[in-house]
C-alpha cells in the first residue's frame, strides 16, 4: 500500500459549486498533515494545514480521521481560481522532515 | 524578489554531459531539498541538507550529486545525464522553528535530456 494516495482526477466541477476530496495515509504514526496547491507547471504552495479538529480557512475547510486514516479538503462556493492540482502532505517523522508527497487531486472548475 | 530562486529555468542538454542546478533562498533557513517531479509519480525527494555540515540521500539520489557552499546555496549535479532524468525540478526550504512542516518551494527547473 502507498503511503499517501488520491484520487488524481482531473474534477471537473461547474463554478459555484462545492467540492471534496480525500487523501488516505498508510502511518498510523503520523503526525501533521497539509494540502498544498500546484498551479500548472509552478511550484507547490501551502494552502493550509489540518488539524485533530478540523480547521478553516475561507471558502477551505480541512478534516482529519485518524481512525480512518484520511484527510479531506473541501472547497465551498468554487472559483475559476481554484483550479489547480491539490497535493495532500503527510509527516510520518524519520529524516528529511518525514514529509511524503501524494501524487495529486487535478481539480478543473469550469465556468 | 522571490525568496527561493533557481537557476536555470530552462535547459535542455545531451546525454553524458554534466550539468548543474543552483538553488539560492534569502529566507535564512537551515533546511534545503531538492526534488524531481515526473507525471503521474509526484514528488519524489533526491537529497536534503539541514545545515552546511549535512549532507543526505533521499529516495532517488543515485545519479546525482550535491553541494551546500553555504547556508544560502544548495546546487544539483547529474555528474552524466540521461534521458530518464527528464524532469522539473525543484528546490525546496524549512525552517523547523518557523512554522511547522512547512516547505517553501522555488519555481523550478525545467530538465529535458536528449
Known amino acids: 500500500r502507498k503511503e499517501v494516495e488520491q484520487d488524481p482526477g482531473p474534477f471537473n466541477v461547474p463554478e459555484g459549486a462545492t467540492v471534496a476530496f480525500n487523501c488516505t495515509y498508510s502511518?498510523?504514526?503520523?503526525?501533521?498533515f497539509f494540502w498544498y496547491r500546484q498551479d500548472c507547471r509552478k511550484e507547490p504552495k501551502l494552502l493550509m494545514s489540518?488539524?485533530?479538529s478540523g480547521n478553516e480557512d475561507g471558502r477551505f475547510t480541512a478534516q482529519l480521521n485518524r481512525a480512518s486514516q484520511y484527510i479531506s479538503l473541501l472547497i465551498r462556493d468554487s472559483k475559476l481560481s481554484d483550479s489547480a492540482t491539490y497535493l495532500c502532505v503527510v509527516n510520518s517523522g524519520g529524516g528529511a522532515d518525514g514529509l511524503t508527497f501524494g501524487k495529486g487531486t487535478h481539480l478543473i472548475i469550469q465556468p | 524578489d522571490a525568496d527561493v530562486t533557481q537557476t536555470p529555468r530552462n535547459r535542455i542538454t545531451k546525454t553524458g554531459k554534466r550539468i548543474m542546478l543552483e538553488c539560492s533562498q534569502t529566507?535564512?533557513?537551515?533546511?534545503m531539498y531538492w526534488y524531481r517531479q515526473d507525471p503521474g509519480l509526484g514528488l519524489r525527494l533526491i537529497y536534503y541538507?539541514?545545515?552546511?555540515?549535512?549532507?543526505n540521500k533521499g529516495e532517488i539520489s543515485d545519479g546525482y550529486s550535491v553541494s551546500r557552499q553555504a547556508q544560502a546555496k544548495f546546487s544539483l549535479s547529474l555528474e552524466s545525464a540521461i534521458p530518464n532524468q527528464t524532469a522539473l525540478y525543484f528546490c525546496a526550504t524549512s525552517d523547523p522553528r518557523g512554522v511547522p512542516d512547512t516547505q517553501y518551494f522555488g519555481p523550478g527547473t525545467r530538465l529535458t535530456v536528449l
Open positions: 489540518v488539524y485533530s
Open positions: 502511518n498510523s504514526a503520523s503526525q501533521s
Open positions: 541538507s539541514f545545515d552546511v555540515k549535512d549532507i
Open positions: 529566507k535564512g533557513h537551515d533546511r
